[in-house]
């Protein structure tokens, strides 16, 4: 198994599921935060040289908030979906079938080919206790097979 740790550029989560903007520029913005996350975390995973095309990955986020309020693990779900999102293969621009509109491409690093289970784990995200003084942090735990890993444990 091999892994790494990838520090998000954020203080606190810039996504929640308390997020209950119903407005068109609330669902505006929060298109434009997954989007953001997508395109930060596929930098990070490439600066970090992280391998393409693996058979499986964990992703486990990690939040350090910066006081110890009370916090559920739940609203962290909205953050790391599209963390999650942007290892996959991604997809690109085209038109849908059912509305006949065009869709816009979505960036994917390419870690794995979809998040779904067959290629992705995703456990509930972990909240540690702050450090007194110290900014809010998130980031990315990972751990990989790599294919040649695997075809030797069959």
């Known amino acids: 198994m091999n892994s790494a740790i990838l520090p998000l550029p954020y203080s606190r989560p810039p996504l929640s599921m308390k997020d209950s ?3 068109r520029g609330a669902t505006f913005a929060k298109a434009r935060a997954r989007k953001q996350i997508r395109k930060d975390v596929c930098r990070l995973a490439a600066i970090a040289f ?9 992703v486990q986020l ?3 908030p910066r006081d110890n309020r009370v916090r ?4 962290l779900w909205a ?3 599209p963390a999650c999102d942007a290892l996959t293969v991604g997809k690109t621009a085209g038109v849908s079938r059912r509305t006949k509109r065009a869709v816009p491409a979505q960036l994917g690093y390419g870690m794995v080919q979809d998040d779904s289970p067959r290629w992705m784990a995703k456990p509930e995200p972990i909240i540690h206790e702050a450090v007194q003084g110290e900014p809010g942090s998130l980031w990315l735990e990972l751990t990989w097979r790599d294919p040649a890993e695997s075809a030797g444990s069959e």
Do not use: C, E, I, M
């Open 21 to 23: 903007g119903v407005s």
């Open 50 to 58: 992280l391998p393409r095309g693996v058979d499986h990955v964990t």
């Open 62 to 64: 990690h939040y350090r």
């Open 72 to 75: 559920d693990t739940d609203n």
């Open 79 to 81: 953050t790391l979906k």
